[in-house]
């Protein structure tokens, strides 16, 4: 991985494009620029063959046949690949529904729906899935989250979360972790307005925080743009330093890789470049821009630092801790989760 681990011209930033081919603008710019990485979208999104040939137009344009390709496919309302190219998957409740019925079953659906993901996106080429969450939803809470979650209770969460992860990790696919340090229980979509959470700091470590715990040894994970009042009334926990500091890498200790949220999210305030200058003050690694307008783009590129350093290092690891594809029938796969989800009559959930 020559560029990824070595080239210093690196930048500290994951983008995405505009649509299902590369524009000759967008090329130019990723080929001054460099990424680290890009990410996905339903406007990317054509057939098996075109996706293909972005992936492969994506990492030529910075020269690395190995650059991640990151994409959101959880199942349920957030899944980027659908029909009719590709099979429609559970909601994370659906797992939590079966746990309920038997722990055991509902690790081996979870893992089973991870393992037949990681399988569709390796077929393309797609190396990252930002998956699984650990956000832990309470009652008055946005629907953001609602479904996405695997339940209410921390140590359930992040066993399921345990169970996804080996899923796709088991089909050669890296996961993120998802929304550090807790989106459960923010009262707004932050694609559109900044939600505020009041819970106290204990609380906090118990439920929200503990649910991400058990996950801290995961290669990378993703901020949450909510602020916790009991410990920055000020930022945003992806733009706060204390969280970062003193939750993310301290209650939590998450030490892998960090990104942002992304950065045109309506929760973050300040034009594009300073929401950028803002992420890496506070000590996130690495910058999200999804909304592939290129003005934007360039606007973080300007902000982006190159890969270096402790980010360098924790990159290395991240990729570094991809595995070998397993063998696989998917097609028997398949037959075993749909009996588990008609078990639990979660099937359509």
């Not at 390709?69 to 029909?83: F, H, K, N, S, T």
């Not at 590709?86 to 729906?113: E, Q, T």
């Not at 309470?138 to 969460?157: L, Q, S």
């Not at 050669?172 to 505020?196: E, M, N, S, Y």
């Amino acid at each position: 991985m020559r560029g990824l681990i070595g080239r210093m011209s690196t930048r500290a930033f994951i983008t995405g494009v505009s649509g299902p081919a590369l524009r000759a603008d967008e090329r130019d710019f990723l080929r001054a620029q460099l990424p680290w990485g890009f990410i996905l979208f339903k406007r990317n999104i054509e057939t098996p063959r075109q996706v293909t040939a972005l992936i492969r137009e994506l990492r030529d344009s910075v020269g690395e046949p190995e650059a991640p390709v990151l994409i959101d496919q959880e199942g349920g309302r957030v899944q980027r690949l659908g029909p009719p190219h590709w099979p429609v998957y559970p909601p994370g409740a659906a797992f939590g529904v079966l746990y309920d019925i038997d722990p055991a079953l509902g690790l081996s659906a979870a893992r089973l729906s991870a393992r037949l993901i990681a399988a569709d996106l390796a077929d393309l080429g797609l190396t990252v899935d930002c998956l699984p969450l650990a956000d832990v939803p309470v009652a008055g809470a946005d629907a953001v989250i609602g479904n996405r979650a695997y339940g209410t209770e921390p140590k359930k969460v992040a066993a399921i979360a345990r169970a996804v992860t080996e899923g796709l990790e088991q089909g050669g696919i890296l996961p993120v972790l998802k929304h550090i340090p807790g989106h459960g229980r923010a009262t707004a979509d932050t694609h559109f307005r900044l939600p505020q959470v009041d819970t106290p700091k204990m609380e906090l470590e118990l439920t929200d925080f503990a649910a991400f715990q058990p996950l801290a040894d995961l290669p990378m994970a993703m901020t949450a743009h909510v602020v916790f009042s009991a410990l920055d009334p000020a930022h945003p926990a992806t733009t706060s330093a204390t969280i970062i500091n003193q939750v993310i890498r301290g209650v939590i200790g998450f030490q892998g890789l960090l990104m942002s949220d992304d950065v045109s999210m309506n929760a973050l305030s300040g034009s594009i470049a300073e929401r950028t200058r803002a992420i890496f003050s506070a000590g996130c690694d690495m910058v999200l821009h999804c909304n592939g307008k290129l003005d934007e783009m360039r606007e973080v590129a300007a902000e982006t630092p190159e890969l270096a350093g402790l980010a360098l290092d924790r990159a290395r690891r991240a990729l570094a801790s991809r595995k070998r594809a397993q063998a696989f029938d998917r097609g028997a796969a398949r037959a075993e989760l749909d009996v588990l989800l008609e078990r639990a009559g979660t099937i359509g959930a």
